[in-house]
């Protein structure tokens, strides 16, 4: 099962709008509605961010959004702050019913 | 609370076994799967095998697979990761987190982590 592609990296300015894009295969991202997204900060364990697409935990601002198109999934964090830098990570669930991650992305605020 | 809580922070030498564990709070044990992820040095997020402690239903990333085992005990809540013969290439921060009841794709907790480092 090979890794989701994601960027190395992006960056964006406060309150900007930054997209972190995910893409899978149709084993996968592409084959199911099962598309998680988790922020990690240095040291820290994960953070579940995202589940099924588009869906947010109690408690996660609703300045973060997901989508999919395809076999491509996207993070949307819109009004950007400096507690969003941090790596991101996608998963899916698969057709091996088994769960692959993404390399994850370093968010830079600047 | 809701919580998983891994034990601490390990050093052994390349060869030697080691078993690791996540105990489960504040929930239905058996209920809920439980997945163990591994994080080497400054990489990504690696999901290693899943098993459910209602009937130990387990399955294993085809990397991981006869690297490892994963188990549990339901009667003390706890999941365990566990090596036959470490190899350097297994330093790595190791994570468990269960799945929610609302979404097979969403780890919701997480526990803290325990760091395996293997050297001579």
């Known amino acids: 099962q090979s890794a989701l592609t994601q960027p190395a990296s992006v960056s964006g300015s406060p309150g900007q709008s930054i997209t972190i894009s995910c893409t899978g295969t149709s084993s996968d991202v592409g084959g199911y509605n099962y598309v998680s997204w988790y922020q990690q900060h240095p040291g820290k364990a994960p953070k579940l961010m995202i589940y099924?697409?588009?869906n947010r935990p109690s408690g996660v601002s609703n300045r973060f959004s997901g989508s999919k198109s395809g076999n491509t999934a996207s993070l949307t964090i819109s009004g950007l702050q400096a507690e969003d830098e941090a790596d991101y990570y996608c998963?899916?669930?698969?057709?091996?019913?088994?769960?692959?991650f993404g390399g994850g992305t370093k968010l830079t605020v600047l | 609370e809701v919580q998983l809580v891994q034990s601490g922070a390990e050093v052994k030498k390349p060869g030697e076994s080691l078993k690791i564990s996540c105990k489960g709070s504040g929930y239905s044990f058996t209920s809920y799967w439980i997945g163990w992820v591994r994080q080497m040095p400054g990489k990504g997020l690696e999901w290693m095998g899943i098993i459910y402690p209602g009937d130990s239903d387990t399955r294993y990333s085809p990397s991981f697979q006869g690297q490892v085992t994963i188990s549990a005990d339901k009667s003390i809540s706890t999941a365990y990761l566990q090596w036959s013969s470490l190899k350097a290439s297994d330093t790595a921060m190791y994570y468990c987190a269960r799945v929610s009841g609302y979404a097979i794709d969403a780890f919701d907790i997480w526990g803290q982590g325990t760091m395996v480092t293997v050297s001579s």
């Open positions: 099924d697409v588009s």
């Open positions: 998963s899916s669930y698969t057709s091996s019913s088994s769960w692959v």
